[in-house]
């Protein structure tokens, strides 16, 4: 398997666009995560089904966010994708969100050349209220059989606030 880290960069990140790595697919109930040090993807633990992903999850390359992991992305499609895809992504927005006190934001994202929806979803506004609703449920209430609580949503932002976290992402790593 390839270092994400080392043949991708982020993206034309300041023109809109993103790459991105799939590590959960939607509807999957395992918590799959990119092992840095050993450049692998890793079943870190299994979550009970209700707490399945309301949408894809992966990361940005070449980022840090203020947790120490590469910059979460949460990705909107029709069908699942599996993990280990990459794709370019259309910045949407940016879920601020807070893990047991850490800042953990998730940058919001489509496929960049979406024909299901012909390219619909543009801004946050274009997302389905319900759907934004159903992901912030899901990070609210994620953790609450172990450490009820912890997480908190606190906000979304668009896609100019979603760059300023990813620009302060790459420098974290840059910095590294």
Do not use: C
Not at 38 to 58: C, H, M, S, T
Not at 93 to 107: C, H, L, P, Q, R
Not at 130 to 159: C, M, S
Not at 160 to 166: G, L, M, N, T
């Amino acid at each position: 398997m390839a270092d994400f880290n080392k043949i991708l960069t982020p993206g034309d990140y300041q023109n809109g666009i993103v790459n991105v790595v799939i590590e959960i697919p939607t509807g999957s109930s395992h918590k799959i995560e990119w092992n840095r040090e050993l450049a692998v993807f890793q079943l870190d633990r299994v979550e009970p089904a209700i707490f399945a992903k309301p949408v894809n999850y992966g990361f940005i390359p070449q980022t840090l966010d203020e947790d120490g992991d590469e910059l979460d992305a949460l990705i909107i499609t029709s069908e699942p994708l599996t993990t280990g895809v990459f794709l370019e992504a259309k910045i949407i927005g940016v879920m601020k969100f807070s893990d047991d006190g850490e800042v953990d934001d998730k940058i919001l994202v489509v496929p960049a050349d979406d024909r299901t929806t012909g390219d619909a979803i543009q801004t946050l506004e274009d997302v389905p209220a319900r759907l934004l609703e159903q992901i912030e449920f899901h990070f609210n209430h994620y953790k609450d059989l172990k450490k009820p609580g912890t997480t908190v949503v606190e906000r979304w932002a668009g896609a100019d606030e979603a760059k300023s976290v990813i620009t302060e992402a790459i420098t974290r790593w840059n910095e590294q």
